[in-house]
């Protein structure tokens, strides 16, 4: 996912908001970058492949000013990246368009404009929205909203897109479908950004478009805006809290450290919520508990880590709630045969509320008959929890390292009280047991502190990882989903293979690549399949792998030959997958330090919201 900026500013220059916004949205992941200004003439372009920083370097060379231009900074999806695939795109020297997303149909419109004599300088898909809105542009007389308004008509696909006309240098017309942009609202200024960290330094006054909406922009204001029927529409503007500083790195080194530090308070956060209403169903929405007494089943839809905090629950749904619970990897879902049942609860799992596939995965949920839904997200009125019945949004803040950590464990304590309420209601917890989970919840964020502070030994641990080619991650029950999130971690940031297994699984197949150059690590607490995990690792020690092992401080593990042993301070019972994930966490990051690796920016990967955080309503 990339991120567009763009800008009227009455008063000022835009050049400098634009970079500094550009830079902002540098966590979403880049590869080029460019913007677009009018200087009082002419449309002036910089692009650079790179950094941002090369690009303003660029830009302050040239001098470029002005009072409107838009900005981007690009993932490309078509087209390698190189300097002329790098948007701004222009078309006729008069339309500047910056687009984020997809079009599913470029071939079909580039053959349709190719025949209008249209001339492609790019192989993105882009360019044809550039030469689309100034064909119509052209047509219509000059009037840029429909001009627009009539290209997006023949887009299929997910866009986000701003357009400046040279000749009309004091309107942007923006649209949305499928990707995110806000409109920020300053004293005679007017911005738009892909997401709220590029704006709040300028205004903290934010309108969130919806899809299909188009707006017209001036420095006024919202000028126009209709929505995807074509009806004139109002977008409520909120009043962002996100810090300025939660966007800053502070003391630490890197976003992920940060993030991964401030887990106690992120889950504290989270969990206030169970810890001061209780586990009641009316956390999770006004009608909760008619929708939780209707429900037979979970189904659990998500990618990446967000489906690892979904198999995890599926653990705690089924022993504490005793509710069928089936999870599924959302863009497997939506492109299969599924058999629907309207008594089903359909939960999504997403950081930013609007990854793609687990947001059709839930409309194709819907139109197969599924009647309720509930969305767990980390941003405030993002796709999903707006397409939802219910939701209960995670408090962990904005989230920029692009490998995630706290909306993980945050993920977590939102589930695990999905699962203590379920179990309430149906009678399958009393009333001691439930005050037994508010305190296992209410000492969690210490615990974790615990394990933060084995940093040292762990970052020691992870200069030997660093030499290794793969990694073997092994847990059970509870803790395998935990295996797979530090396999995932330790791939994404230091770029080393790892896989993770069930440990019973070592003997039906993985045990063969186990040798001295395979470190395997094992998550091992002290719970009921502590000796099975233990006659595992027997098995990993006779084939000469070296063992890393998380454990209890109240297990009985020895170090020893080929045998390393961490213990987190204390057994956490029922929470404990969520403090055992810190030590992975921390491992991959200390790895990827020892590499050389970008840990926040890891290559070819990208993230598409950081957390809208808190927004009030604006009186
Ligand atoms: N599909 C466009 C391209 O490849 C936009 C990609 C993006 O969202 O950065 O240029």
């Known amino acids: ?36 200004v009018f200087n009082g003439e002419k449309i002036k372009r910089v692009r650079r492949v790179g950094r941002v920083q090369l690009m303003e370097d660029a830009a302050k060379e040239k001098g470029l000013f002005g009072h409107i231009g838009i900005g981007h900074t690009r993932w490309a999806t078509h087209g390698g990246v190189t300097e002329p695939n790098a948007h701004p795109h222009i078309s006729g020297g008069l339309i500047a368009v910056v687009h984020n997303g997809i079009i599913e149909n470029f071939e079909e419109e580039r053959t349709r404009l190719q025949g209008l004599g249209y001339e492609f300088e790019s192989q993105t ?102 929505d995807k029927t074509g009806n004139p529409a109002q977008r409520k503007v909120k009043v962002s809290e996100l810090s300025l500083a939660s966007l800053e790195l502070g003391p630490y080194s890197h976003f992920m450290q940060k ?4 887990q106690p308070r992120a889950i504290a956060d989270t969990a206030e919520v169970f810890l001061d209403g209780g586990f009641e169903p009316e956390n999770f929405g006004e009608n909760a508990r008619e929708v939780f007494n209707d429900i037979d089943s979970i189904k659990i839809l998500a990618c990446g880590t967000s ?71 980390n941003v405030m009125e993002s796709a999903l929890p707006r397409e939802s019945e ?69 970052a ?56 001295e150059n395979m470190p395997v690590v094992v998550i091992a607490p002290n719970d009921n399949l502590l000796d099975k995990v233990k006659a595992n690792m027997q098995e990993v020690g006779a084939r000469g792998g070296e063992l890393f092992v998380f454990t209890d401080l109240d297990s009985n593990f020895n170090e020893g030959e080929g045998v390393h042993v961490i213990r987190t301070p204390r057994h956490v019972g029922i929470l404990s997958p969520i403090v055992h994930t810190i030590p992975v966490q921390l491992l991959s990051y200390h790895a990827a330090l020892a590499r050389g690796t970008d840990v926040d920016k890891p290559r070819n990967l990208a993230k598409s919201e950081i957390g809208r955080a808190s927004c009030r309503e604006r009186v």
């Not at 993030?259 to 401030?262: G, L, N, Q, R, S």
């Not at 589930?415 to 009678?427: H, I, Q």
């Open 1 to 36: 996912m990339c991120g567009i900026v763009g800008a009227i500013r009455a008063n000022h220059n835009v050049v400098d908001f634009l970079t500094d916004g550009l830079k902002r949205l540098e966590y979403r992941g880049y590869d080029s970058s460019g913007i677009a």
């Open 125 to 226: 898909d882009t360019e044809v929205i550039a030469h689309s809105v100034k064909h119509e542009y052209s047509l219509n007389g000059g009037n840029l909203f429909e001009a627009v308004k009539s290209a997006t008509q023949n887009f299929h696909g997910a866009y986000a897109i701003a357009v400046i006309a040279q000749d009309n240098p004091e309107e942007m017309v923006v649209a949305r479908m499928g990707c995110p942009l806000l409109i920020a609202l300053g004293d005679q200024e007017t911005f738009i950004a892909s997401d709220v960290s590029a704006v709040i330094a300028f205004t903290r006054n934010i309108a969130y478009l919806e899809d299909g909406d188009i707006a017209v922009l001036r420095a006024s204001g919202i000028e126009k805006l209709i």
């Open 259 to 262: 993030e991964i530090h401030e």
């Open 307 to 377: 489906y690892y905090s979904a198999l995890t629950s599926k653990y705690w749904l089924e022993s504490i709630a005793k509710v069928p619970t089936d999870v599924e990897i959302a863009s497997e879902y939506r492109y299969r045969d599924v058999i629907a049942n309207p008594k089903q609860l359909i939960i999504t799992i997403s950081q930013s509320g609007e990854t793609l596939d687990t947001m059709e995965a839930l409309k194709y949920a819907q139109s197969l008959g599924h009647k309720h839904s509930l969305s767990i997200c």
């Open 390 to 458: 219910l939701v209960l949004y995670t408090r962990a803040g904005a989230e920029i390292g692009v490998a995630s950590t706290k909306a993980f464990t945050t993920q977590l304590v939102v589930l695990f009280g999905l699962a203590v309420t379920l179990g309430k209601m149906r009678g399958h917890i009393s009333e001691e047991q439930s005050h037994a989970y508010t305190e296992e919840l209410r000492q969690l964020p210490g615990s974790i502190q615990h394990v933060l502070n084995l940093e040292p030994q762990i």
């Open 460 to 515: 020691a641990w992870a200069q030997k990882f660093a030499k290794k080619d793969s990694a073997l991650f092994l847990g059970r029950g509870i803790h395998y989903p935990i295996a797979l999130e530090g396999a995932l971690k330790l791939k994404e940031i230091t770029y080393i293979h790892a896989e993770a297994y069930p440990a019973g699984e070592l003997k039906h197949g993985p045990l063969a690549l186990v040798d």
